[in-house]
């Protein structure tokens, strides 16, 4: 059984596991980080999203061992000193959340859209979270809140 | 102090932090010492015959603990509830939770495994060994019905008829200028919520624990209780965090049966929770009508009476209200609009498929549908405005309360004000300007205008008239107010959220009956142990029903806390007034603050004759009348005549939903449902083949819009405040949905009626608008080859 190393919201993990072991579940049922949750078999919908060294990947479609070496971060280690992400909070000023499961995923794609695009369209935001369903909000007020998280992380790095 | 009104004010969620943080507890987060994972093996065809099982291969498998078969369940597993058997006809088949002897749909379990990990019990399931014996498919309501049609049950195919009569039919089509007659069909759905279903059981030897990713806790442990014969008082359910349910968690699933049946025998946890592709086989599905609707009108667009006949498609049982769900719709044809006479018949047909049941708006959004196409017909036909043939029919402000043709009582609402102010927000006449003038440059892009007005019945339900229509429970809801020593507040409420955003409204209503700080409210909810008594949460009941019932608590607690303060301020409970949270001797500035009071009723130190220690109370609610949300929904959009692209171009939607305690709930509430409306006209349908196997059991393959499909939503309210409740609310969760569909699909339709299009089936794909538009024009080369 393959030995890997993983760090995990900044704590280093040594584990053995099987070949076949998704990174999902490996973070979910092996290190107990249960904020990523899954929702579907097909990386449709997003919901498992997790930064995999600074990029958002759909952990239900990797696997354990290609996390060898790797730095992830997830919703639980996304926050700095117990305080909210500005994406985090922009959500939640928003109201782009009602029953919160596919949050998690979309906050992390959000996050992963700006790193590429940090002013982005209406139109842009849309098509950047095209991999992230939702079935609650209709989207209208994450659009708003990938916006909002815009504005505070550009202040964030503006400000000195 | 100045005590800030919280009912109105758009409060942020007191949910959020949790979810945004992952502080969550989804079932599947959820683990138990020495827990054990259930995985079901499911079958592969539509109808067949079990001539065998063998789970022993599974049995020797490393990691494997268990696994049975339907067989071995058979004598204690029970059959799943149906508790609104609709007519005196219906015919309820026995629904083993495991399939004993024959398999009627294709993901209907037939065994089962439990190990130690998920990974090891999927490996077990390759081992069972199943013979079937093929039986023919059922798939199509028609056929089913159709004599010497395969049976999928002894009883025949047909589950129940229904036939409602009221006002003279014959004398409204007789003669009648206009007759409008057209089929729709209502697609079937697949609910997907972004949680998959989970289920944990557990038990001591004597007691056993429950947690399901449900909507109904409550409803679903007295069920649990009378499936597997666990007495009632020996089981807890407990819904956590829920994500999402729309009505598909509003079930006592086969899952929740035997993971608690499992747990007894096997005297561990077990876990189960399903995998995406699962769950589009077996989370019960919703819609799948045939609507045969005529309507007859006057030359002026005046309606004389409607017809409606349904087709229902049960699929292969009847769960728990699956016959009550087209039911839900039979006094809803008639929406807003007044008539003569109105006619409704329904067959409910069993067919090898998942079956059916309540999904966002159960019901209501097909009758809708139905309606408010042929109102667009009618004005077609007439060469009227759309909104115009509406104006003539509907209910008018100074007519309610009003009595419909089908018999329910609408209390209040607004219909014009809604329509006015969504036309304007929209910019209709400048819209229909813009069509006509593509119209008449023939551009290959058209746009078309869609008008839905609506209304729905929620608030389900007064107890009495569910009685009436033979629905097994009650439709009261519960809740409970304990004041702390400290001087906080705990809320308890029978209704159980599943992304509503309870937590935050009830402790608005809370803060507002008390007197007391929002931040001082905390809700309890979805733990039959902890809320004690409740019906739950589906068809836009929760405020309507369990808000009321927890203000009602307030008051409780209030009048008690009086007494107190009565006898501490040594004065007459009549010389007291309540402000800002405190009560106050009349002229004097002497006063007791009620989170005060809750010390002293904690203490009991002195307490006055006939007043019991705490400051606590309960109370139940139970409305008068069900509520009638309404409102004007327009939609427009450009359909590509080439290609048959469908691009939404604005979408404007002005609800009345009575009061309102949380602006920014109401508001997400509505997105929701208009994006699910929109995605039933345009995208979303489960596909059987012809063998019954399910083509769509994937997100890859059932197409659920992402936020690239949807345009941002104008939104805009009026007010009329219910009377049959003392909030004044209506309730929001399905108006969205509701409203959406007719919007959307009217919208195409007006888009393609230059080239001789008055229909296209939904979803209205590409691929279904530009066949729709070349079969019309094969037609019309035909019919000129004719004339040549």
């Known amino acids: 059984m393959p030995r890997i190393t993983v760090t995990v919201d900044g704590i280093k993990y040594e584990e053995d596991v099987e070949p076949r072991l998704l990174l999902v579940h490996l973070l979910r049922e092996r290190l107990g980080k249960t904020g990523t949750p899954v929702g579907c078999d097909t990386s449709n919908c997003g919901a498992c999203t997790v930064m995999l060294d600074g990029k958002s990947v759909k952990s239900c479609s990797a696997l ?15 926050g700095a000193n117990g305080s909210m992400h500005p994406m985090q909070r922009a959500f939640h000023e928003e109201h ?21 695009n940090p002013e982005p369209s209406e139109e842009a935001i849309r098509e950047g979270l095209e991999g992230n369903l939702c079935r609650c909000t209709g989207y209208c007020n994450i659009v708003k809140a990938v916006r909002r998280g815009a504005q505070e992380m550009g202040r964030a790095v503006t400000t000195p | ?140 309501m028609n056929e089913a019905l159709a004599e010497g049609s395969p049976k999928v049950h002894e009883a ?31 697609q079937r759905l697949i609910p997907s919520a972004m949680e998959p279903r989970a289920v944990l059981a557990d038990t001591d030897g004597e007691a056993f624990t429950l947690w399901s990713s449900t909507q109904i806790p409550h409803v679903l442990r007295v069920m649990l209780a009378v499936v597997t014969g666990i007495p009632e008082h020996r089981l807890r359910v407990i819904a956590p965090d829920v994500g999402g349910g729309f009505g598909s968690k509003l079930q006592v699933t086969a899952e929740e049966v035997l993971c608690l049946l499992l747990a007894r ?80 018949g329904c067959t409910g047909v069993f067919t090898t498929k998942m079956p059916t049941d309540a999904y966002r708006g159960a019901g209501r959004p097909e009758a809708t549908f139905g309606i408010e196409r042929v109102m667009d ?12 043939v509406r104006r003539r029919n509907w209910i008018k402000h100074d007519e309610f309360p009003y009595t419909t043709i089908s018999g329910l009582t609408y209390d209040s609402g607004n219909y014009e004000a809604a329509t006015e102010k969504a036309l304007a927000l929209f910019g209709y006449d400048k819209l229909r300007a813009e069509q006509a003038d593509r119209r008449d440059r023939g551009d290959p892009v058209q746009l078309g205008l869609g008008v839905s007005t609506y209304t729905e019945m929620c608030g389900l339900a007064p107890s009495r008239m569910l009685g009436e229509s033979n629905y097994g429970a009650g439709g009261w809801e519960h809740g409970s107010v304990r004041m702390l020593p400290t001087g906080k507040v705990e809320v308890i409420t029978g209704t159980s959220p599943h992304g509503q955003g309870h937590v935050t409204s009830w402790s608005q209503i809370a803060a507002d009956a008390l007197g007391v700080p929002f931040e001082d409210v905390t809700v309890l909810h979805g733990d039959t142990a902890i809320a004690h008594k409740g019906m739950d949460t589906y068809g836009s009941r929760s405020l309507v029903v369990g808000g009321v019932a927890v203000l009602k608590a307030c008051d409780k607690v209030k009048e008690k806390a009086r007494k107190l303060a009565a006898h501490v301020l040594e004065c007459s409970p009549d010389d007291l007034e309540f402000a800002a949270g405190a009560f106050k001797v009349r002229g004097t500035d002497q006063q007791k603050t009620v989170q005060e009071l809750a010390y002293a009723a904690f203490t009991a130190h002195d307490l006055p004759e006939g007043v019991e220690a705490r400051l606590d109370s309960d109370a139940t609610f139970d409305p008068e009348n069900y509520s009638f949300p309404h409102g004007t929904h327009l939609c427009a959009v450009e359909v590509d005549t080439e290609t048959g692209m469908v691009k939404i171009r604005s979408y404007v939607a002005v609800d009345d939903v009575g009061k309102v305690v949380n602006p920014l709930i109401v508001e997400g509430q509505v997105h929701g ?6 995605a039933q006209a345009l995208f979303e349908e489960a596909v059987y083949d012809a063998e019954g196997n399910l083509l769509t059991t994937t997100m890859a393959d059932y197409l659920m819009p992402s936020a690239a499909d949807l345009p941002t939503f104008d939104l805009d309210r009026t007010e009329s405040p219910a009377t049959s409740n003392p909030l004044g609310a209506k309730g929001v969760g399905e108006a969205g949905t509701i409203a959406s569909t007719p919007a959307v699909v009217n919208a195409i339709v007006d888009a393609l009626r230059p080239h001789g299009i008055h229909d296209v089936e939904m979803p209205c794909t590409p691929e279904r608008v530009w066949r729709a538009l070349r079969e019309r024009a094969q037609e019309e080369r035909a019919q000129e080859g004719v004339r040549q």
């Open chain 1, 64 to 78: 354990a061992v290609q996390a060898d070496g790797c730095d992830v971060v997830t919703i639980e280690g996304l």
């Open chain 1, 96 to 116: 782009a959340l009602q029953c919160g499961y596919c949050t998690p995923g979309m906050v992390m794609a959000a996050i992963d859209l700006l790193r590429e």
């Open chain 2, 1 to 140: 102090m100045t005590v800030q009104q919280e009912i109105g004010r758009p409060r942020r969620r007191k949910e959020d932090a949790r979810l945004l943080t992952g502080r969550t507890q989804w079932t599947d987060n959820l683990s138990r010492p020495g827990m054990l994972h259930v995985m079901f093996l499911r079958s592969p065809m539509a109808h067949a015959r079990i001539a065998r099982v063998d789970v022993s291969g599974a049995r020797d498998l490393p990691g494997v603990v268990a696994a049975f078969s339907g067989q071995d369940f058979a004598a204690e597993q029970g059959s799943l509830p149906c508790a609104w058997p609709v007519s005196e006809d219906v015919v309820i088949p026995d629904h083993p939770p495991m399939a004993v002897s024959e398999v009627r749909y294709v993901g209907e379990a037939v065994a089962c495994v439990i190990a130690t990990d998920r990974y090891r019990a999927a490996d077990a399931l390759e081992a069972i060994d199943v013979e079937y014996e093929q039986l023919p498919a059922v798939l199509d």
């Open chain 2, 156 to 186: 025949g195919n047909k589950a129940f008829s229904v036939k409602i009569n009221s006002g003279d039919i014959e004398a409204a089509f007789r003669d009648a200028p206009v007759v409008i007659d057209r089929t729709y069909r209502q």
């Open chain 2, 265 to 344: 025998r096997l005297g561990r946890p077990v876990k189960w929770t399903e995998s995406r592709s699962e769950g589009n086989l077996t989370v019960h599905h919703g819609r799948d009508q045939i609507q045969h609707i005529r309507l007859a009108a006057d030359a002026d667009g005046r309606i004389r009476g409607l017809r409606v006949g349904l087709l229902a498609d049960m699929g292969a049982y009847l769960m728990l209200v699956t016959p009550g769900i087209p039911l839900l719709g039979a006094s809803m044809f008639n929406a807003i609009y007044k008539m003569d006479a109105y006619e409704f």
């Open chain 2, 377 to 388: 017909e009618l004005a077609a036909e007439l060469k009227m405005d759309p909104v115009d």
């Open chain 2, 673 to 678: 449902g208009i994006a699910q409306g929109i």
